[in-house]
């Protein structure tokens, strides 16, 4: 089945300063790709999703890019605010395993102010 | 506009007591359901999901089951907890059809067993 693979499993920053956390997946039929924001205790909610016709989108301060040679796919946070402090899911999804989400293992970013 | 509601928010129980979650959605109609489980720090486990009524798929062996009453219904079981059944219990939809469409949580259950 499909696999997803989150990197860094930590990171800090300074408010401020530009945060990236990368993805990869196995499977090339994968075709959904969104990233989940979890602050503590709390659910976690869409914050930006890519599909594989589109190689880049952009909502404000945060921008994910897609490479579907490498299978690879990435979250951008520009001009980090402490209030960006919390747990980062990846995630892909394909038609031939049911449409079903496969997230990566999460990470954890920390703004520092 | 579609909302989940999941209740209870918290649950203490002991080991060997029975257990029932229970989920619901509105504002949509044939909704794909998912029962996922999160360890303390760590990442987000799918336990199980539906894409109707009475169609259930496990995703690992556990000593939980689900059932689908209705269609916008989803209610997570055990028949005796066991310590490592501990965990946030998150319920989840998606549309049916295409397969790129969101998944949406519900707010989830925190539940620990003692």
């Known amino acids: 089945g499909e696999n997803v693979e989150q990197h860094p499993s930590t990171l800090s920053v300074q408010e401020g300063d530009s945060a990236v956390i990368k993805c990869t997946y196995s499977?090339?039929?994968?075709?959904?790709f969104p990233w989940y924001k979890q602050e503590l205790g709390k659910r976690p909610q869409l914050i930006i999703d890519?599909?594989?016709?589109?190689g880049e989108k952009k909502d404000q301060r945060i921008a994910v890019t897609l490479n579907k040679t490498a299978k690879h796919f990435s979250l951008h946070i520009t001009e980090t605010q402490p209030e960006d402090s919390a747990v980062y899911f990846c995630?892909?999804?394909?038609?031939?395993?049911?449409?079903?989400?496969?997230f990566g293992a999460g990470t954890i970013l920390r703004v520092k102010s | 506009s579609q909302t989940i509601h999941q209740w209870p928010a918290t649950l203490v129980q002991p080991v060997g007591s029975p257990l029932s979650l229970e989920c619901t959605v509105e504002?949509?109609?044939?909704?794909?359901l998912y029962w996922y489980r999160q360890a303390a720090g760590r990442g987000l486990q799918l336990l199980f999901y539906?894409?109707?009524?009475?169609?259930i798929s496990s995703e690992v062996p556990q000593n939980l089951s689900a059932s689908r009453p209705q269609d916008r219904q989803f209610i997570l079981s055990s028949k005796k907890l066991l310590l490592s059944d501990s965990g946030f219990y998150l319920c989840?939809?998606?549309?049916?059809?295409?397969?790129?469409?969101?998944?949406?949580f519900g707010n989830g259950t925190r539940l620990t067993v003692t």
């Open positions: 989840a939809w998606t549309r049916t059809g295409t397969g790129d469409s969101p998944l949406h």
């Open positions: 499977d090339s039929a994968s075709n959904y």
């Open positions: 890519i599909r594989s016709n589109v």
């Open positions: 995630a892909a999804s394909a038609v031939k395993y049911g449409n079903k989400l496969v």
């Open positions: 504002g949509t109609s044939n909704p794909n």
């Open positions: 539906s894409v109707g009524i009475g169609q």
